[in-house]
């Protein structure tokens, strides 16, 4: 997929997204909040400047988001985002609003949009997991010049072959065939039953965090 095809994906058919950011003690706080739109600079979303989220955001500039769709576990989709945002300013509030109509069930009157603000989220990195295909599916992908963070397991030349690692997989995502074997990042849960039960230490976990 595309970035445009992520980024559609997480406006279109998620929209209503969890955003993390952190309080000035450090700790973890969520918002529900839509993503609104997008283009080839970004993903958009808004808020209003009285909100303790306003602050967080003018304070950090980083925010980190997950939006899922589907009926039930099994046929979730679900999409991570996670990198820097900055304030736009209020030109795009009529488009967000022609295209999100019902935020004027919210904001009926120009003076109670007078409390609003744009931000885009600019740059940054980001994981498609998709649980309905088996195996599971997985993609990274990264936009505005946003490097790739995520950790992941790989085999070294370390490997004796002993395919230990293949019997804990729960999605058989480890080519066996290969020595060292090979280990097939597109449907890896990252669950680390490889990395446990390699007798030899062959399975390295490299990246940032899962």
Same mark, same amino acid.
Request: aromatic residues 6%.
């Given at each position: 997929m595309t970035i445009r095809e992520y980024f559609s994906f997480i406006v279109d058919e998620i929209h209503s997204t969890v955003i993390a950011t952190v309080d000035d003690n450090g700790l973890p706080v969520t918002c529900a909040i839509d993503i609104m739109d997008f283009? +080839?600079?970004g993903l958009y979303f808004l808020t209003a400047k009285g909100k303790g989220f306003y602050d967080r955001l003018k304070k950090q500039g980083f925010i980190a988001l997950t939006g899922m769709r589907g009926k039930d576990t099994l046929s979730c989709v679900a999409v991570s985002v996670r990198g820097k945002v900055r304030e736009v300013g =209020? =030109? #795009?509030l009529p488009t967000l609003f022609q295209k999100n109509p019902y935020m004027n069930e919210i904001y009926p009157s120009v003076e109670s949009m007078s409390a609003l603000t744009v931000f885009q #989220?600019?740059?940054g990195?980001? +994981?498609w997991f998709d649980l309905s295909k088996k195996p599971i599916e997985r993609a990274g992908f990264t936009f505005g010049g946003g490097k790739a963070n995520q950790e992941r397991y790989f085999v070294t030349d370390k490997c004796i072959g002993c395919k230990l690692c293949y019997s804990r997989c729960p999605q058989k995502c480890i080519d066996i065939e290969k020595k060292p074997v090979v280990i097939q990042q597109e449907h890896c849960l990252h669950c680390g039953n490889c990395y446990e039960i390699c007798p030899v230490?062959?399975?390295e976990k490299r990246g940032g965090s899962l």
């Open positions: 283009d +080839e600079n =209020t =030109t #795009l #989220l600019y740059e990195s980001g +994981e230490h062959a399975i």
